[in-house]
């Protein structure tokens, strides 16, 4: 098991200028023993040696830059000490940084340290994943049967099942789909009436007991709130902020980023109150009573209307679009634009070059619209003054688009926000229709 360091500093011929010179200013904490090549490290002055490692330590000037490197070598045989060697680790950081504070940097180069935590955390974060997709799939299997994945799963998410590589005719849908998606059925909060319904109840100058039971159901509720909450008591508190947290720490275990220590004690003690949680409402879940109104609501929760999910089947209708129209979608280009965070599109023709941004707004809160579009068009003049373009769009999608008589007023409201624009900057504004293809309605 080993760690590698590479620390630079600032050159000076008088001070950490040699490989003795480092190694003396490591033995300078009390903490630290160094005997050739083996270095022991103690918790305090009074107690016996924690554990003891190969040490080499190598330097040298780059000079370009007037600066000096050293090169920290650890390696530890007994695997069994991996928390003594992951606090060493930190120990020699610690002190590499006293050279000069405000200066010196300390780059990772191995940490073997980090992947064994890794490797002990994935298990522990897959049996918990896999407890999530035993709960969710119970729970729509005996409140919307047999065939809830087709009925109440979002077609997007739904692609990506169709899609999946592997032919296994008994493998549960939610076991194709990704970590993130998981928890949307549960946590996702949604309103149980419209704010339509909810004018017409508040226009009553009189309110029923029925009509009070309404109005409540204006306020965005999780699935897990409304059936669970009141099953599992305090139990169910705080779930949804500890999904979030392990979601985070998943990523850095899924990405071979370095693990600390720390993080794999968060994970242990995550994956362990998730997993009773989760345990205790799946036993509950026989005693959850559903009527078809609760069914419908909750095929309808399950459908993904978050902004990632939709701003992403936006940019895929647009770019559709402009094929249609004739224009080349270019993937090289598109990635590397996206790279620089400028624009979302580049399309082009044998005669223009047209740098895009593609922006979703709902309906209702069309009154934003002139902010949204003033920042899309700040990036997309950065890119028209980055890249060889010939002009720039901002594409608008309008979500919940359902008023016909909005192509008019919306041409109007374009016009004027046009005038403010930089002329080389033209709006299109649009909808997705029932086939999740682009219409244009304004521009």
């Known amino acids: 098991m080993k760690l590698e360091y590479l620390v630079l500093v600032k050159n000076d011929d008088s001070f950490?200028?040699?490989?003795?010179?480092?190694?003396?200013?490591?033995?300078?904490?009390?903490?630290?023993?160094?005997?050739?090549?083996?270095?022991?490290?103690k918790r305090s002055l009074n107690s016996k040696v924690l554990i003891t490692v190969k040490f080499r330590v190598e330097t040298g000037n780059i000079p370009s830059n007037k600066e000096r490197f050293f090169l920290i070598a650890l390696e530890n045989s007994k695997d069994e000490?991996?928390?003594?060697?992951?606090?060493?680790?930190?120990?020699?950081?610690?002190i590499s940084k006293r050279?000069?504070?405000?200066?010196?940097?300390?780059?990772?180069?191995?940490?073997?340290?980090?992947?064994?935590?890794?490797?002990?955390?994935?298990?522990?974060?897959?049996?918990?994943?896999?407890?999530?997709r035993k709960l969710i799939s119970k729970f729509m299997l005996i409140n919307v049967g047999m065939n809830w994945s087709k009925e109440s799963i979002h077609p997007d998410l739904f692609k990506k099942i169709e899609n999946y590589e592997e032919e296994e005719l008994n493998l549960n849908d939610l076991y194709k789909l990704d970590f993130i998606h998981l928890s949307q059925v549960l946590f996702q909060k949604k309103r149980d009436i419209s704010l339509d319904e909810l004018d017409r109840i508040l226009s009553k100058t009189k309110f029923s007991a029925e009509d009070q039971e309404k109005i409540r159901k204006y306020i965005p509720v999780s699935n897990w709130e409304k059936y669970f909450s009141a099953l599992?008591?305090?139990d169910a508190q705080g779930l949804e902020k500890k999904w979030e947290i392990l979601y985070k720490l998943r990523n850095k275990v899924a990405h071979n980023r370095f693990v600390v220590k720390e993080d794999f004690g968060k994970i242990k003690g995550l994956t362990s109150e998730i997993g009773k949680i989760l345990g205790v409402a799946i036993n509950k879940l026989s005693e959850i009573d559903l009527d078809e109104q609760d069914r419908e609501s909750i095929i309808h929760s399950y459908h993904s209307e978050?902004?990632?999910?939709?701003?992403?089947?936006?940019?895929?209708?647009?770019?559709?679009?402009?094929?249609?129209?004739?224009?080349?979608?270019?993937?090289?280009?598109?990635?590397?634009?996206?790279?620089k965070g400028i624009v979302d599109l580049t399309v082009k023709t044998k005669t223009e070059s047209i740098a895009v941004e593609v922006k979703t707004i709902t309906a209702k809160s069309i009154s934003f619209l002139k902010i949204r579009i003033n920042r899309a068009s700040q990036r997309v003049g950065?890119?028209?003054?980055?890249?060889?373009?010939?002009?720039?769009?901002v594409v608008i999608v309008l979500r919940?688009?359902?008023?016909d008589d909005m192509p008019e007023r919306m041409s109007k409201r374009l016009e004027m926000i046009s005038d403010q624009l930089d002329p080389r900057i033209s709006i299109v504004m649009g909808y997705l229709n029932e086939s999740d293809e682009f219409e244009v309605i304004a521009q």
């Open 306 to 339: 978050s902004p990632i999910a939709y701003g992403y089947l936006a940019e895929k209708a647009v770019a559709e679009y402009y094929v249609r129209q004739g224009f080349i979608v270019e993937p090289s280009t598109l990635n590397e634009m996206k790279n």
């Open 16 to 41: 950490c200028n040699s490989k003795k010179a480092f190694i003396d200013f490591l033995k300078v904490d009390s903490l630290i023993s160094i005997n050739g090549q083996k270095l022991s490290y």
């Open 400 to 403: 919940d688009y359902q008023d």
């Open 232 to 234: 599992l008591g305090e």
């Open 99 to 132: 050279i000069n504070p405000e200066s010196t940097i300390v780059n990772t180069l191995w940490d073997d340290v980090g992947r064994s935590y890794a490797y002990q955390a994935y298990p522990l974060i897959n049996e918990v994943e896999n407890l999530m």
């Open 382 to 393: 950065k890119a028209l003054n980055y890249g060889e373009f010939t002009h720039g769009e």
């Open 81 to 94: 000490l991996i928390d003594e060697f992951a606090e060493l680790g930190s120990k020699i950081k610690e």
